[in-house]
């Protein structure tokens, strides 16, 4: 298949899928911005997390590939800069003393670029802090996906890769291949609880996995949706509540 694109949908990641960036909370604290430094956000989305850092640090930069959430970004937080960037390729004149990203660099196919970029973008002893998704992330999802498109004959959009979910120590080997030097990692469990008790697990598809349905056809696309929430309900419908299969990966590490 061609590269895939994403296209991401700024009103309904904000609306059902604001979870992204209140767990990123909880990162910022292990960020610990200061006052006097210059930070970069690595797939800043619609820049709530990088309007909470640009609240305690000097100053501030959000990039994401996608040109809908920049413009959020933007239309939300008129004093912070905001840049179209691909996290795969990126050079700024002035060196970071920190990078952050949350939730992004599972979307990172060229993965040793982006490690490669982070390593010479930073200061000397800065510091790069990172939650995106690890090895077997929604793996009951995905796989259930797969299975309902195969099963119609959609071979091709079934063996989609669209995501990069490694294990800490292939993680690690590789930050520490460029020369970085790994403080924290982390591989954990964190199910996820989705917005919509009826349809959590369609409007994940929705918002996350629309890739998988190019050149479906319409009337199987719905069908779809509805038989991957129905064939995951034993895992993901908790008390009531649609949860996705979440497992993380947390890298604290710094360019020595």
Same mark, same amino acid.
């Given at each position: 298949? @061609? ?10 990641? +904000? $609306? ?11 990162? =910022?604290?292990?960020? /610990? ?7 970069? /956000?690595?797939? *800043?989305?619609?820049?709530? !997390?990088?309007?909470?850092? @640009? $609240? ?11 040109? $809908? ?9 008129? #004093?912070? $800069? ?6 795969? %390729?990126?050079?700024? @004149?002035? &060196? ?5 990203? +949350? ?13 490669? *970029?982070?390593?010479? #973008? ?7 802090? !990172? ?5 077997? %992330?929604?793996?009951?999802?995905? @796989?259930? !996906?797969?299975?309902? !498109? ?45 917005? +919509? ?28 949706? +509805? ?8 895992? *993901?419908?908790?008390?009531? &509540? ?8 947390? =890298?604290?590490?710094? &360019?020595?």
């Amino acid at each position: 298949m @061609n590269i895939i694109t994403t296209k991401w949908k700024p009103e309904l990641y +904000n $609306e059902k899928h604001s979870f992204v960036y209140d767990y990123g909370e909880n990162l =910022i604290k292990l960020l /610990d911005p200061k006052a006097n430094e210059r930070i970069l /956000d690595l797939g *800043c989305g619609s820049g709530q !997390l990088t309007f909470k850092i @640009n $609240e305690l640090a000097k100053e501030t930069i959000g990039i994401d590939k996608s040109q $809908e959430m920049i413009d959020d970004a933007k239309s939300k937080f008129k #004093n912070i $800069e905001f840049q179209v960037g691909d996290a795969g %390729n990126f050079e700024f @004149n002035e &060196k970071f003393d920190s990078i952050f990203s +949350n939730a992004t660099l599972h979307w990172v196919k060229n993965y040793k670029d982006a490690i490669k *970029c982070m390593f010479e #973008n930073l200061k000397s002893n800065g510091k790069i802090v !990172l939650e995106f998704g690890g090895k077997g %992330n929604v793996q009951t999802i995905v @796989n259930q !996906l797969r299975d309902s !498109l195969r099963n119609r004959g959609y071979i091709e959009q079934s063996e989609l890769d669209l995501w990069y979910f490694p294990s800490i120590g292939e993680y690690s080997t590789e930050l520490e291949s460029v020369g970085f030097r790994v403080l924290l990692a982390e591989h954990f469990d964190r199910p996820t609880e989705l917005a +919509n008790e009826k349809s959590g697990i369609k409007d994940w598809i929705s918002m996350f996995a629309e890739s998988f349905f190019k050149d479906v056809s319409f009337n199987h696309i719905e069908e779809i949706k +509805n038989e991957v929430q129905d064939k995951v309900k034993e895992k *993901c419908l908790i008390n009531g &509540k649609w949860f996705a299969d979440y497992k993380r990966i947390r =890298i604290v590490a710094i &360019k020595e």
